[in-house]
């Protein structure tokens, strides 16, 4: 259940989705719902083999015509490398057709690790990589980017002058939401410059207990979280539920969707408010420039 049952649901027959992510957790479940929508899918994917699983999955059931309704395209967003050569393929797979896109992929991880390009792991893959990403597949967006990012950005903190914790102490929560606030900022700017008749969504899943959540480096305390936060959770289906509202249903430019419960980490999904920094124009400016 989406816990949005009550709009109505999108038929999306005709249109084409860029989803990354969708090899497991949240990214899955959209792509699940957008090709019973019936969808064309196209999907990012970090390792062939995952992806191919859930190919074979949205083939059986999708409800999109014509040929080819679920394309991969092999892209490592720790590589901007990679992430250039995804785009070049990405545009030929569209040819002459636009396409929705919908960033869900990210990262995070229990000690400090850097990119292919020397960025922080999760700075580069939650924040840096997508923008590559986005912006150089703004002019094929058809009508809506949507960007999932996280309500962890109100604990983050901006140092223009460390952003990559070279000098100061990396810790996971610090690197965690930081990165995510530099999305949620960029995301800011971003929709000021959106191609005319196009916006851009950011939204929030909740606390869904996903491969993402498993990062302490303990499979003890991994699993003592998962049964402690067991109250307070959602699942993976439940998760998507943000992101497809943000994508298909009629919103202000520029809104953050997310659960409604307490300290919004679980519930139906509504617009939530930002942090004051992740509102600040002028920081959004200089972070992304």
């Not at 991969?72 to 002459?96: F, N, P, T, Y």
Request: charged fraction near 20%.
């Amino acid at each position: 259940m989406l816990g949005w049952e009550h709009l109505t649901a999108p038929d999306l027959g005709g249109r084409t989705v860029v989803v990354t992510g969708a090899s497991d957790g949240i990214g899955r479940e959209v792509a699940l719902h957008l090709a019973r929508w019936g969808a064309r899918l196209v999907l990012p994917v970090r390792t062939r083999g995952k992806g191919e699983v859930v190919r074979r999955r949205l083939l059986r059931e999708t409800r999109a015509t014509g040929p080819d309704p679920v394309r991969l395209v092999e892209m490592d967003l720790a590589d901007l490398g990679s992430v250039r050569r995804a785009v070049v393929a990405i545009q030929e797979v569209l040819g002459e057709s636009s396409a929705d896109l919908v960033n869900v992929a990210g990262v995070v991880s229990p000690r400090r690790r850097e990119t292919v390009d020397g960025a922080e792991l999760l700075l580069g893959v939650n924040a840096l990589a997508p923008m590559l990403l986005v912006e150089s597949l703004l002019p094929v967006v058809r009508d809506r980017v949507v960007l999932v990012t996280s309500h962890a950005h109100t604990a983050g903190r901006i140092d223009l002058d460390d952003m990559h914790f070279r000098r100061t102490r990396w810790t996971l929560p610090r690197a965690y939401s930081r990165a995510k606030l530099t999305a949620m900022l960029w995301g800011l700017d971003l929709g000021s410059r959106m191609p005319s008749g196009t916006d851009l969504q950011l939204a929030h899943p909740g606390w869904v207990v996903t491969n993402l959540q498993n990062a302490s480096g303990s499979a003890l305390l991994d699993r003592a979280v998962t049964a402690a936060s067991g109250p307070l959770v959602m699942t993976a289906t439940q998760g998507a539920a943000a992101v497809l509202l943000a994508l298909t249903q009629p919103l202000p430019p520029g809104s953050y969707v997310g659960p409604d419960g307490w300290q919004h980490l679980r519930g139906r999904p509504t617009l939530i408010p930002r942090s004051p920094a992740a509102l600040d124009r002028d920081l959004a400016a200089r972070t992304v420039a």
